[in-house]
């Protein structure tokens, strides 16, 4: 197939965009596969995680690593309540050779699902309190080893996820195919019927879900919680991310990101993103609408916050808008 060639596939709901399955693109991964000689493929948690390109740094697997051995004063007196617990821990590193290209991979202990997922209902009070209090830990010990989370992948539910009870480990194959079910597969094929390419697999692996409502969450649950995703994690003393770098989207991103587009971001972009992560806990909703519009957002902002919080950019902003404004009314 020449690179060039453009290959449309039949949509299959629920799963990755299959045209990505091409060189520099996704590993074709099945059911029963061996990984690396040791790890069965069971099932499919999800996608979109990584692709083969030796322009994408492998700088999450070094920065979870520097987290999970990091050796302080604040790990030794938070020790108690879990705070270095809330990183999640590399289990093995290897690489895996496909027909799209070589794929840096590393295993983690499972998780059964993300806040975000299980917001079907509001959680237990008390739970959204030690969750709240589980995830702020998290970050703070996040940056005591100096480092943001991100500012272009940020803090939000999607990357909150909850562990398993220690049973879960217990389970042998065919235990966890009678709790959770068989995989759901379904058929790939392209829209000219032509056959399928070497590179793409044969059937599409819809995501198992293995979590639970927020209203059946627990303070064990709440204990288990991880923070993950740190692909565009940082180190402010070494690395900069500048506000015009972020690319999340306009409701939750950081003011300063928005009024100070050249200036350097660090901690405080972390904890914006980490306070509307708590209020969406609390309440499951986002504190701000994320159906206005861009000036609409800001004056909610203002709103909630008051103008003396934001940077003194945003009144040079506010000031054209107000003058656009009047401009439409004459």
């Keep these: 197939m020449a690179p060039s060639e453009s290959i449309e596939y039949e949509w299959i709901d629920g799963v990755e965009r299959l045209e990505v399955y091409e060189p520099g693109g996704y590993q074709p991964v099945m059911i029963n596969d061996l990984l690396h000689d040791r790890y069965p493929v069971l099932d499919k948690l999800g996608y979109g995680v990584n692709i083969s390109s030796p322009s994408l740094p492998r700088r999450e697997s070094s920065i979870i690593r520097a987290l999970s051995g990091s050796s302080s004063t604040f790990q030794a007196a938070h020790t108690a309540i879990g705070a270095r617990d809330a990183i999640p821990s590399i289990l093995d590193e290897f690489d895996i050779q496909g027909p799209n290209g070589t794929y840096a991979c590393y295993t983690l202990a499972p998780a059964q699902g993300n806040l975000r997922e299980a917001s079907f209902s509001l959680f237990p009070i008390q739970v959204a309190r030690a969750l709240a209090a589980k995830l702020t830990t998290a970050v703070s010990f996040v940056h005591s080893q100096g480092f943001v989370h991100g500012v272009i992948v940020d803090i939000h539910l999607r990357n909150v996820l909850v562990k398993f009870p220690s049973t879960f480990d217990e389970l042998s194959i065919d235990q966890f195919r009678e709790k959770f079910g068989e995989p759901e597969l379904i058929p790939i094929s392209r829209v000219d019927r032509k056959p399928l390419p070497p590179n793409i697999p044969s059937q599409a692996v819809l995501p198992l879900y293995l979590g639970k409502k927020a209203q059946e969450f627990t303070l064990a649950d709440a204990r288990g ?52 992560a708590i209020w969406e806990i609390l309440g499951m909703k986002f504190i701000f609408s994320e159906s206005e519009t861009r000036d609409a957002i800001v004056a909610q902002q203002i709103g909630v916050l008051g103008s003396r919080h934001f940077p003194p950019s945003w009144q040079k902003y506010w000031e054209q808008l107000i003058t656009e404004q009047m401009g439409k009314d004459e």
């Excluded at 940082?234 to 991103?253: E, I, S, V, W, Y």
């Design 225 to 276: 919680l991880v923070l993950s995703d740190f692909g565009e994690a940082f180190a402010p003393a070494t690395g900069q991310r500048l506000g015009k770098d972020c690319n999340t989207p306009f409701p939750m991103r950081a003011i300063e990101a928005v009024f100070d587009p050249d200036a350097p971001l660090s901690y405080p972009s972390d904890i914006w993103s980490l306070g509307t």
